[in-house]
DNA sequence: TCGTTTATTGTCAATTATGACAATTTAAAT
DNA sequence: ATTTAAATTGTCATAATTGACAATAAACGA
């Protein structure tokens, strides 16, 4: 009955489309007409698949932040069963796991969220998962350590590594991915001071 | 000889317009029209006292620039003789150290330089004299530190540092303050070790 | 072949942002 | 009062973006 229908793939195509126009264009910068020209398609054929832009960014970002949660946990999983936190260290500041692609779709999201109220509390909990999930790492191998201890070391190991990332725009990612894993790896060793020899600040 | 100029108020006028829209709506959503709005002109008018977008942007760079590069330096001069570290840390994560629209405009920019070659340049820069700053306070007070400890360190400071506001767009930053101000205090603490005591990672 | 469903193309109107410039008004000096 | 330089207002043309929809072409089943 009738012409069958292409919407699953055509709407591959676009939203595949529209992620390599946000990393290049930025989410607001990302026109239906870049869309279109980076698809290959006609602008009403993107309107025609997707319907109107706030629903195609919907379908990016839930696209986007699922791909990015699964990869992650993918990563978590793999991690070997000693040694948890220092391989955890290695994996985020390898030269492997960094797409500038994905890195650049990350900022603009974030930086978007900043006016967008529902975008915004979504990319909250995106990140508080990570945050969460590191401190839940840490702990395993680290039970001695006070809980604000571990959220301060967990909160830093995030920070260090996002700072890589929010820069990205600079384009200083290689030449401190060095530095940066150094500097995790300082936060780490903080662990394995008992609890009594806290320092007195 | 004529009527007396304005330019000089004017462009004060306009170009605090135009940082208060930056925050608001970042950099390229911040159209002539919003600005001339902001300020309370007509859009003529702002096209006639600073010119055509790109010198408008121009102006405002230069301004944020030379305003927070003055405001970091009188911060390092402020700071006391001694216990510079943990002072320029207490600083840089007390609350008044943080005006929120600074912030967003400060993120605009670099969001903006990933797509403007001359941006980034300025913007690297910028941001490499943070660091710069901050390893020479380290190195004071730790003359016995390795040269890559004091990079990492300091890096790691400012990394913490610059998180905390890369994610204003999620409006998480006073939650953060504290933790980021503790782990900002272990890197610090990891300074105290002697260069033989150094890890074995 | 015919009817149906969908893809595909094309076009029009409305909105917005920008550049350019003419026309007018205002404030000072002479 | 006249001149002069600048502010101020207003308007027009152009380009970009988007939404809406008509018209055509293609693929499938009966």
Redesign the interface.
Known sequence: MGRPSKKEERTEEILNAFYRCVA???L??STLEHIAEESGLKRSLVRHFVGNREELVQLLVDRVLQQSAAQWQAMISSLPAEQRP?ALLDTLFCDQYSDAEYV?VI??L??????DPAL?QR??QW?QGFTDDIAAILQADYPAAET??L???A??I???Y???D???????NAQ?RQ??R??????L??LQQSPATA?T?
Chains 1, 2 share one sequence.
């Open positions: 290049r264009y930025g607001e910068g220092e650049l900022e603009s974030i930086f978007s969220a900043g006016r915004q990319m909250q990140l604000a201890t959220a301060a070391v909160y830093g995030v920070s260090i996002f700072n890589l929010s820069l990205a725009p600079l384009g200083m401190y530095p940066a150094t500097a995790a790896g300082y936060l060793e903080r320092e600040h």
